[in-house]
């Protein structure tokens, strides 16, 4: 399911930009030949605070593909991705003790990076799953900078772990790009889906204990206290209703109350409401759309049963859940998990 986001256009990073300069380099095409129709210079890009604008990086992506006559260049954006690239948070990554702190990391701070994108690690099924939502609708950027982020993650987590051969299971929520078929003898260890309901990558579990090979707790708390001051910034900048998403997506306990989301806020819950209020909103209401958005994630999934879902959600039982289902889908949770586009 695609959704288009209601939050402000806080662009690309621009050092994204010269990563994709990087990969069309391979044709030969200079940075003029790729920058010179958007007036970017390759200063400008590397500018910790420069974005590039949504519509614009779309065009920019546009622009790469004709030129290199290639149908998508996301495999190559992944292959050539290197942590360092991501800034601190790429650095408290990689400074990690092992894959588990660092998808902890990763799902923590990838909005400083990217505000469009989520991560949703989780451990509760047989296997680990790391699920991606995107809120750029518009393509063939949205594709791009999907395909590229599952493709980087594998390159990274080998270079992070020293392990040249890892497996995963990974399902992609649209078509097959064209000529994606000669990618796939090398990447013989993945095995891919397309036209799945949600993009997701599950793998097994031993991998999670895998040591970092640069693992260094000093480095990785010092970058970590940077991104966590960097994510405070943002968050007085957000709008209140934003960051009680963000709470509630990204806490391990998907049923907080209204009084343990304004503590982490440093408000009364009284104060929460009325601004909330102001903004045309309500802590329920938020609190519904994260739960719909949690749970239509795991219906998706075979290794979850009604039972497991509601626990994960906070329900006492199966049935609460499936009111709170109906009354947000109008449908019950086992009609939805039969056939999601009905």
Not at 30 to 54: G, K, V, W
Not at 103 to 115: D, E, S, T, Y
Not at 233 to 239: C, D, S
Request: with cysteine.
């Amino acid at each position: 399911m695609k959704t288009m986001s209601t939050r402000p256009d806080q662009g690309i990073p621009g050092v994204y930009g010269l990563l994709l300069l990087d990969v069309v380099s391979r044709w030969g095409y200079s940075a003029e030949t790729l920058f010179a129709p958007f007036h970017f210079t390759s200063e400008e890009l590397a500018e910790p605070d420069f974005r590039i604008s949504t519509p614009i990086a779309n065009e920019l992506v546009k622009h790469a593909l004709k030129m290199t006559g290639e149908s998508t260049l996301g495999y190559h954006l992944g292959t050539q991705m290197r942590i360092s690239i991501h800034g601190f948070i790429g650095y408290a990554i990689m400074t990690a003790s092992d894959i588990t702190d660092a998808l902890v990391l990763a799902n923590r701070f990838i909005q400083l990076r990217m505000p469009f994108l989520q991560l949703y690690f989780s451990t509760f099924g047989e296997k680990a799953t790391l699920q991606l939502q995107c809120d750029i609708a518009i393509e063939p950027l949205r594709t791009e900078i999907v395909t590229s982020l599952t493709f980087g993650i594998m390159t990274m987590a080998k270079a992070l772990t020293g392990i040249s051969e890892l497996e995963a299971d990974v399902d992609f929520d649209f078509p097959q790009p064209e000529g994606f078929d000669k990618y796939l003898s090398k990447t013989s260890s993945y095995h891919f889906r397309f036209d799945q309901p949600h993009l997701l990558s599950s793998f097994d579990k031993k991998y999670l204990g895998l040591k970092m090979v640069n693992a260094d707790p000093i480095s990785s708390q010092i970058a970590i206290n940077q991104c966590e001051s960097e994510l405070s910034a943002l968050g007085e900048r957000r709008r209140l209703a934003m960051r009680v998403r963000d709470i509630l997506t990204h806490s391990e306990q998907h049923y907080l109350s209204i009084e343990n989301v304004a503590d982490r806020l440093h408000m009364s819950d009284r104060t929460l409401k009325r601004q909330l209020a102001a903004e045309g909103t309500s802590f329920s209401t938020l609190v519904d759309e994260v739960r719909y958005r949690h749970a239509t994630s795991l219906l998706s999934r075979t290794d979850y049963s009604l039972e497991q879902i509601a626990d994960e959600l906070g329900y006492s039982d199966v049935a609460n859940f499936s009111r709170a289902f109906k009354r947000w889908s109008g449908r019950s949770p086992s009609s939805w998990r039969k056939d999601p586009y009905l």
